[in-house]
């Protein structure tokens, strides 16, 4: 019998994110044994209880839910994790802060700020323990970085630049909405790239450099019309299927970010560079395990570009896995994500991002789409 306390967990959907989560749920024990909680796999919640049932089985939930809010109702659920699509997270978000449940979040937190913020306000008043699935933070490479930003290697900051490209919407035929698509469907996903990919983008950003100011930004629609999966018919698209913006950072950095489904050749193409006075940094998330640095520092004939295998075991989070040397990969920053929770829990401290560090995100975003669609600069009201 273990000595753990138990987190017993209720999660809603079953798409590539509930498996990335169920995932973590179930490896997090065994990498990470200090930790006083031990998520348990109570119930999945879908809406096709033969394929829930099918999920269930393969990932080990012991029961099924057809409906969220009976899920919600159950005494026996202590954290409900959303991996619905952005449209659905503010009101189940809000019925389990209500319900006195945990709450985590799958990135976007909302479609907007307004929609974003009555979650806010339901978690705070509740009370409970909350996080947003954030997750590239977590990979050991880019904690790293923010570890040689915080000792100050770099000094003062000039530039951050970001790119996450992909190129899975190219094809005309592809229709938006439905299982799979929803991504397409500004209804149920709230914005295109700009939440689902840069959303990610400035998370990091902010996290590595601080507060963003403004923005100035341009969207494209390079498809804009699609057979909708839910009507049959063709619908006006309304996602940004490309965005780029810049923006000042709080710190007085410039900002440079672009995001695309459009950019042949590449699938998940997450970059960022950031230079500064004495130091500069690269990472990428195709060779996720490497740090590339550069010091002004060095001797000027050894200077140049290091590229650091961030794998030893002084390093973030890799005391847990293999031996020195040995790669880990994209799950594992969902691993780190409910580690990170978890130890939280067990302190009784937020786990960053919260709903609250995650709405000013959403303000970024909103931002962008508003300067994009007026065509001027905009303020994102950020208190990073
Ligand atoms: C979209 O293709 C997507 O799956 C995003 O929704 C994820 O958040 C991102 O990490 C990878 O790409």
Partial sequence: MSSKKELRIGMVGYGFMGRTHSNAYRRVGNFFPELEYQPILKAICGRNQERTQAFADQW???????????????????????????????????????????????????????EAQPMVDAI????????????????????????????GKLGRIFHYRANFLQDWTISPELPQGGEGLWRLDNAAAGSGVTGDLLAHCIDTAMWLNGGIKDVSAMTETFIKERVHTGTGEKQEVTIDDACMFHCHFDNGSLGLFESTR?????????????NGEHASIKWNLHDLNRLEYFDHRDESQERGWRSIHVTDSDHPYMDKWWVPGLSIGYEHSFVHQIADFLKALGEGKPCSPTFKEAQETQKVCEAVLESAKAKSWKDTGVNW
């Fill in 262 to 274: 459009y950019a042949r050749g590449h699938k998940a193409l997450y970059t960022f560079e950031i």
């Fill in 124 to 151: 705070e008043k509740a009370g409970v323990p909350n996080t947003v699935y954030f997750n590239y933070r977590r990979l050991p490479s880019v904690t790293l970085a923010k570890q040689l930003i915080d000792a």
């Fill in 60 to 114: 080990g939930y012991e029961s099924i839910e057809t409906d969220w809010k009976k899920l919600i109702a159950r005494d026996d659920i202590d954290a409900v994790d959303i991996c619905t699509p952005n449209n659905m997270h503010a009101e189940i978000a809000i019925a389990a802060a209500e319900a006195g449940k945990m709450v985590l979040c799958e990135k976007p937190l909302a479609r907007t700020v307004a």
